[in-house]
């Protein structure tokens, strides 16, 4: 059988003016062929003899063979550049001639030319290879990590219940849980994490957040830098709302505390009733 979206196996069976047929070396009756267009023969290719050949459609939606290693195949993911925007989606380049397409609904953000995104490629309900930028089924969770390792990683699709999601490496599973989410992503932001979890099925939970006892001192930095921008008087103090510290310092009610703890201790600020000052 021959597959659209991979590199094959194919036998030569026939030659023609436009090129070489092939077919899968297990289909004795050849009743499946593609055409390997002419100018891409190899000089001493015969009948008979087996290339690697990877299988798409051409401009007229029949299926074609080439020889060219195209930049994704089917359910793969890879960093894909759009080339133009149109009507029905946008096209990207993948090294082959003709353009590869993301419909707006496989889109998870407005894209613009020029722009890379993480892709992943599925044949459509019309046996048409297509790109969605909703990786999560393509992505594994055999990943090489483990507890407290260091990532780098593609934030894909933020969702307010279960939080962001990261392509580690733009290919493996991991996950900022929404609970971790206290300063703002973007989708297509390359970010740094921690493991904080492997799970069972060998996704990752991460953390964009050092261990406590590390992120205090920048945590302390930056509550004292918003207390400056306040003309020295932050407007509420360690037992507001975690809403309002979450939108003010992007900081968790706790992670906030430890921070105003520490400047106190050091005398730089007077926690008031309802206000915090710098000394």
């Known amino acids: 059988m021959i597959e659209l979206g991979k590199i094959q196996k194919l036998k030569a069976v026939k030659l023609r003016e436009q090129g070489m047929y092939f077919t899968d070396p297990l289909d004795i009756e050849e009743e499946e062929r593609v ?8 000089e001493d290719l015969k009948v008979g003899d087996m290339l690697s050949l990877f299988i798409y459609r051409d401009s007229s939606d029949r299926l074609i063979a080439t020889n060219r290693t195209p930049a994704i195949s089917l359910s793969e ?6 080339k133009e925007i149109s009507k029905i989606g946008a096209f990207f380049e993948w090294g082959l001639e003709k353009d590869l397409l993301m419909p707006y609904a496989e889109m998870t953000k407005e894209l613009s030319p020029g722009e890379e995104c993480l892709c992943a490629l599925y044949v459509d309900k019309s046996n048409r290879l297509c790109l969605t930028m909703k990786v999560y089924p393509y992505l594994s969770s055999d990943s090489p ?6 990532i780098r990683g593609r934030v894909y699709e933020i969702s307010d219940r279960f939080g962001a999601f990261v392509a580690v490496d ?4 991991g996950l900022i849980p929404a609970k971790e989410l206290f300063s703002e992503l973007n989708i297509n932001s390359i970010i740094g994490a921690r493991v904080t979890e492997v799970r069972e099925d060998g996704k990752l939970t991460l953390s964009i957040r050092k261990k406590a006892y590390l992120q205090m001192d920048e945590d302390a930095k930056k509550v004292y ?3 400056k921008s306040f003309d020295g008087v932050l407007p509420f103090n360690d037992k507001a709302s975690a809403e309002t510290i979450k939108r003010v310092t992007g900081m968790s009610k706790n992670e906030f505390k430890r921070a105003v703890g520490r400047l106190y201790k050091e005398r ?3 926690i008031g009733d309802k ?5």
């Open 145 to 150: 990590y483990k507890k407290e390792d260091e």
């Open 268 to 270: 730089k600020i007077i």
């Open 275 to 279: 206000v915090i000052r710098l000394t």
């Open 170 to 173: 733009d290919k493996y599973q």
């Open 77 to 82: 993911t890879a960093l894909l550049k759009v």
């Open 35 to 42: 055409l390997l267009p002419k100018k891409q023969l190899p």
């Open 225 to 227: 830098d918003i207390i």
